[in-house]
């Protein structure tokens, strides 16, 4: 992942300084299977607690986060790789996943999301009597 | 079976017009990372007296961070170390960027290097470079060859 040098100091071409609508992006996502379910992680690098919202609605989950990165206004952007937009991401949940036991945190803004699977999904082992 | 299926069509079609707004404006970057996306993706801010360098590192530890300058490059380096040994064959989706990273940048002229400070912040990193102080433009004497003759302190006869 390593980039070869590069001058920084190279201004980019105009952008909007306060665009007054705010943008929406995809927050990049790792998913994959846990012993008891699925485990769900999302870089949402400068968003806190307070600016995220984990939503389920029907079979929906939604997570919206807004980071919190204060530049001061008079700051004029030189060089930009990213763009300080909202997140913005939303899954359709299978019956499988047990809505009430979904548990979620964030730390060193990635957001880590555990969606269990419901009890009648996992394997069960049936014990046959003899008769 | 999958428990995840993107949203509505219309999502889909959102995120991928998205995407390539995003990928027409990383080409024109022109950052020279192979992989597409750079990692850690970096915002350079002026101000009056500072240079403001913002970058996403989200789920690195101040551990696993080295900062270092030294005529006026400044480098970035890393690893980022996303799952505790998940084998491959249990990601049902992979799209964050992990291992050793390193970016190399050159500062804006007039940087007082020794004065940068950094600070990690819920996965943004903040460097502040202050400006060197502009100084007073000062006025040079320009001495009449034909009237004075140059003397050097010191300079012996």
Redesign the interface.
């Known amino acids: 992942?390593?980039?070869?040098?590069?001058?920084?100091?190279t201004p980019?071409?105009e952008e909007p300084k306060a665009p007054a609508v705010r943008w929406?992006?995809?927050p990049?996502?790792?998913?994959?299977?846990?012993e008891n379910g699925?485990m769900l992680?999302a870089?949402?690098?400068?968003?806190?607690t307070e600016g995220l919202e984990l939503q389920i609605q029907d079979n929906?989950l939604t997570l919206f986060g807004r980071?919190?990165?204060d530049?001061?206004d008079?700051?004029?952007?030189?060089?930009?790789?990213?763009e300080?937009a909202d997140f913005l991401r939303?899954?359709?949940?299978?019956d499988?996943?047990d809505h009430d036991g979904i548990t979620a945190k964030l730390?060193?803004?990635?957001l880590e999301v555990l969606?269990p699977r419901t009890t009648r999904a996992q394997p069960r082992k049936i014990d046959v009597q003899s008769g | 079976m999958a428990l995840f299926r993107w949203g509505s069509a219309f999502d889909a079609f959102r995120d991928l017009e998205r995407e390539m707004d995003r990928w027409i404006r990383r080409l024109d970057m022109a950052t020279g990372s192979r992989s597409g996306r750079v990692f850690p993706a970096l915002n350079l801010y002026e101000l009056e007296y500072e240079y403001l360098l913002v970058g996403e590192l989200p789920g690195v530890d101040i551990q696993d961070l080295e900062v270092s300058v030294a005529g006026g490059q400044l480098r970035l380096s890393g690893e980022r170390r996303l799952s505790d040994d998940v084998e491959d064959d249990r990601y049902r989706r992979r799209e964050r960027s992990c291992g050793a990273w390193n970016r190399q940048i050159q500062l804006p002229p007039r940087v007082q290097e020794d004065q940068i400070r950094a600070e990690l912040v819920h996965g943004i990193l903040k460097l502040h470079l202050p400006k060197m102080p502009t100084t007073e433009p000062r006025k040079i004497a320009i001495q009449d060859a034909s009237s004075s003759q140059l003397s050097l302190p010191g300079g012996a006869e």
């Open positions: 992942m390593s980039t070869p040098q590069e001058p920084i100091e980019q071409s929406v992006r995809t990049p996502i790792d998913i994959f299977e846990t699925l992680r870089d949402l690098p400068g968003v806190a929906r980071p919190a990165v530049i001061p008079q700051g004029a952007l030189v060089h930009q790789e990213f300080t939303s899954f359709i949940l299978s499988d996943v730390q060193h803004g990635v969606l």
